[in-house]
């Protein structure tokens, strides 16, 4: 069974940091593009950004020098590093793989697998 498990989410005041990991069972993701997305309450989930297997990322422009995602293919682990964070940061955020998503993918139909979502909330 393909299972994506988001961890590291939390409360944390506007400019912390977190760092959100997503581990992978049941199969290799090293050849498939890893992406994050969000979101938040009553809006439509966003993309926030993707990694391909060469390591190659992409980012929504919203997050572009404040977020960093990174993998482990030996550890089948995606990371998203957030620094900077902002009240509009607040969402639930998903990691999902995609075996033909290019790493410019930002639509939800190009991933395959989803992970259950972890709550990410920022205070001013």
């Known amino acids: 069974q393909v299972q994506l498990v988001e961890s590291g989410g939390g409360s944390v005041q506007a400019g912390g940091s977190l760092r959100l990991s997503c581990a992978a069972s049941g199969r290799t993701f090293s050849r498939s593009t890893m992406a994050w997305f969000r979101q938040a309450p009553g809006k439509e989930r966003e993309f926030v950004g993707a990694t391909w297997s060469s390591g190659s990322t992409y980012y929504a422009s919203s997050v572009k020098g404040r977020f960093t995602i990174s993998r482990d293919n030996a550890k089948n682990t995606v990371y998203l590093q957030m620094n900077n964070l902002k009240p509009e940061d607040t969402a639930v955020y998903y990691c999902?793989?995609?075996?033909?998503?290019?790493?410019?993918?930002?639509?939800?139909?190009?991933?395959?697998?989803w992970g259950q979502g972890t709550q990410v909330t920022v205070s001013s």
């Open positions: 999902a793989a995609g075996d033909s998503a290019l790493w410019t993918s930002s639509s939800v139909r190009a991933y395959d697998y």
